[in-house]
């Protein structure tokens, strides 16, 4: 052991020049790694067809109001009519699109609500713990265990059916998931050497925070995040399921709703059967997004 | 204990200046206990420490797992809050300066971790790991980072495309080199080594050994080496603390301890390092019970259970840290007048 001569382990330096990577900025690299996870790109394909559709609605078909097409009610899919009519006549397929635009908003906001108020909450009981910890996390127990749907009701109810109301109701009640979430990773982060590590060269406790505890506990909030903003539409379906939705635009759910409230689901199936499609493939796509987020940006995970 | 110590480490240099003092040094964890979270007893880990580290030397501390020897690291570069007694750096007391001013300290008290494997961040590269010592103080312009992280990276004997990959595409001792050229990033005086190579292949442990005695010469480092691991010690340091219980048992010049351990733990602790000759007879000490709870600590001498020498003023006096003639120290009634 006295007389031992430096010897070098096989250093990276001696690596052949075919795997030697050039200088790549994070973004790229969570490109480059995303780009080859599969379920991540047929995720975001789904999330981009939805956007696409949402924006160019007008373009696509006219947006159905009042009274359709009379002559024709209840009519199954047919070359006029691709996803068929309901009850007063306006075409499936037209309400489908317009549908998209209301789903897509009502996720993504409530989606955003609830990780501003989730994250926070969970970051600071979790790295702090202590008095901290037991207040976030008691907040956070009492709307875990609130019984959603009536609160949801009723504040619904009271604060009047506008889509930006559902959405921030859904995103107050959505957070404490996230909160845990958050929480659960922190505590796991902060028993990690590489905390005690940014201490010993001067780091700041914010910085710790964000750089070493966030960049962490990121992934799973993130594929958190995009279950929400499936289980959001979902949420909004049933809320305009229940007649709470805005009836001045149309949701995925108003049309079950419709579907439902004119007793004509069990004859004509097209009525329900298209916007549950939307909805599988909205919360499929967002949840294959997840995934491959989650993948490409934890090292560990990446395919090479 | 003097100011002024003469000492000459194995290339005979001599060093006279104090760097790093413990007087006194405690830490004691609460346990706490039923609803109303009332503290019922106190883990003594760490229990009345006083040593002193002179500049350029290697102190090595040793003792068996959970006598201390990591939470005394902590303590003394704040990573830990002290319970009471004092740490004297350069001539001040660092324990109760404000949170700016030890920032600016940390700079020159550094850490090596025991565990290359969470020590580093695994999402970052090992340029944003590098890096973030350079922009917490921005001692030096953005523009020239890459070009000391590089240096560095080459110091510590990895290549320069090191620099845009991930923790774990490295193995541990690879890793460990990464966690002691993050250390040396800001210029440290001193680096505390919490058993810097214990997670390490025995194979991988001399190449990290040598690195950082190559490391000690060129930037005239002084190291606190905290190890298990008595022929690592050897190896590696000046003197020796031992510890146990969380006390100080006995401190020593390498030669002395390992030719005349004076504390009976030293004695048995040292007994157990295999040796080379087959020849050498073998007279091992083996120690009968176990190590006592920190929590409630045998009273008088806390090694007193196990001693095969044991006294009936070691049951119920304290020994004091007592300084022989030839600058060695040992808390033991055998040696008392």
Known sequence: MENTTLVKENVPGSLPLSIQQPRTSPLREFIKHFRRNRLGVIGLFGILALLLLAVFAPAISDRPTGYGDVTNMLQPPNAQYWFGTDSVGLSIFDQVIWGTRVSLYVGLTSAVISILIGVPIGLLSGYYGGRVSHIGMAITDIFLTLPVLPLMIIMAAVLGTGISNIAIIIGLFSWPQIARVTRAETLAIREKQYIEAARAIGTKESKIIFRHVLLNAFPPILVNMTIIMGTSVLSEAGLSFLGLGDPMSWSWGTILQNAHSTGVIIHAWWLALFPSIAIVVLVLSFNFLGIGINEALNPRLRKR | ?337
């Open chain 2, 1 to 337: 204990m003097p100011l002024l110590v003469i000492s000459e480490n194995e290339w005979g240099v001599c060093m006279s200046e104090i760097l790093l003092e413990a007087k006194g040094l405690k830490k004691y964890f609460p346990m706490k206990k039923g609803f109303l979270r009332r503290t019922v007893s106190q883990v003594k880990a760490v229990d009345d420490l006083s040593f002193h580290v002179l500049k350029g030397e290697t102190l090595g501390i040793v003792g068996e797992s959970g006598c201390g020897k990591s939470t005394t690291g902590r303590l003394l570069i704040r990573l830990l809050e002290a319970t009471e007694g004092e740490v004297i750096y350069k001539g001040r007391n660092i324990l109760h300066t404000q949170k700016e001013e030890m920032r600016e300290l940390r700079k020159e008290l550094q850490m090596v971790f025991q565990d290359p494997y969470s020590s580093l961040n695994p999402r970052l590269t090992v340029g944003q790991i590098l890096e973030e010592p350079l922009a917490n103080y921005q001692l030096s312009p953005k523009n020239e980072w890459r070009e000391k992280i590089l240096e560095l990276l080459q110091v510590v004997g990895l290549g320069e495309q090191a620099i845009h990959r991930y923790p774990h595409e490295f193995s541990g001792g690879q890793r460990q080199r990464i966690g002691i050229a993050r250390a040396l990033m800001l210029g440290p005086e001193l680096i505390i080594a919490d058993e810097p190579v214990s997670a390490l292949d025995v194979s991988i442990q001399s190449q990290v050994l040598n690195l950082l005695k190559d490391l000690q010469q060129r930037y005239a480092l002084t190291f606190i080496f905290i190890s298990h691991d008595l022929s690592v010690v050897n190896h590696f340091c000046d003197r020796i603390l031992v510890m146990y219980l969380g006390r100080v048992v006995e401190i020593s010049s390498k030669k002395s301890l390992f030719e005349r351990p004076l504390h009976p733990y030293s004695q048995a602790l040292l007994s157990a390092v295999p040796s080379p000759d087959p020849k050498r007879k073998k007279d091992r000490i083996i120690l009968t019970g176990d190590v006592p709870s920190p929590s409630n600590p045998p009273s008088g001498c806390a090694f007193h259970p196990r001693c095969p020498a044991c006294m009936d003023i070691c049951k119920q006096v304290r020994p004091a840290l007592r300084h022989t003639a030839d600058g060695e120290a040992v808390a033991c009634h055998l040696y008392s007048e």
